[in-house]
């Protein structure tokens, strides 16, 4: 099998397959939850698990261009609007558990802490960017903002990201393991992004039919 170009019925399966395993944390959080294990404090735990994964899905989803890249497998760039989309995901249901279950609705409350506690604001802040680049992930709406003006905005997945590494940071305090971890990932990715773009802002001055390929193709998605 070519793995710059496999058959439709093997991307098909493997988007099956990553679909559903980008559910397992969720199946595995809710059977903890039913089975009573989720320690003794179940709501910070939910909200730490759903964090966790957020930061994942975003640092997972700005791996794909690297990856497509680097391997020459144009086809993990299909993979990468669902993870996208996971990550969105993930993080309305961190926030979700903080505004129902933490605060159950108290507005006055809420509004307290995204003002005071500067990781609510910045988690909160990362959050409410996260819903334009959701909601604009379809087909159509790429096609309605245009190429140029799409791509700009999904830009911001790049100051998610960053900010959702100093929201974990900010949260845990003493042991910073894993949100040192989750920004060396995403410093790498943000820097490889950077070269590369350097590199294609180079290309047309030495290769005229650059900006014809380019013409021809699709938008890229988010961070491409």
């Known amino acids: 099998m070519r793995w710059n170009n496999p058959p439709v019925a093997f991307v ?21 939850g039913l089975g009573d294990a989720l320690g003794a404090n179940p709501i910070e735990k ?7 994964w957020t930061l994942f899905f975003l640092a997972v989803t700005l791996a794909v261009t ?26 309305l249901l961190h926030f979700l558990t903080y505004f129902v279950l933490d605060q159950f609705f108290d507005w006055m409350s809420i509004g307290k802490d995204i ?9 909160f802040t990362a959050f409410v ?8 992930s379809t087909d159509g709406m790429i096609r309605r903002l245009g190429g140029k003006g799409w ?8 100051i998610i990201a960053g ?7 900010w949260l845990v305090k003493k042991d910073i393991t894993e949100p040192l971890i ?11 992004r950077a070269v590369d773009g350097l590199r294609n802002a180079r290309r047309p001055a030495l290769d005229p039919t650059a900006p014809l390929v380019r013409a021809r193709g699709r938008p890229s998605p988010p961070g491409s």
């Open 12 to 32: 098909s399966s493997t988007r099956l397959a990553v679909f559903f395993a980008s559910l397992a944390p969720l199946i595995l959080l809710v059977h903890k």
């Open 46 to 52: 939910i909200t730490r698990t759903t964090g966790w």
């Open 66 to 91: 690297p990856a497509r890249k680097l391997a020459g497998w144009p086809w993990l760039g299909r993979l990468r609007r669902m993870l996208g989309l996971f990550a969105f995901f993930y993080g």
């Open 115 to 123: 003002v005071k506690r500067p990781y609510i604001t910045i988690g």
């Open 129 to 136: 960017l996260l819903i334009p680049l959701a909601a604009t």
């Open 151 to 158: 791509r700009r905005l999904h830009k911001l997945v790049y």
């Open 163 to 169: 900010a959702g590494v100093l929201h974990f940071a």
């Open 182 to 192: 989750f920004g060396f990932a995403v410093a790498a990715l943000l820097g490889w």
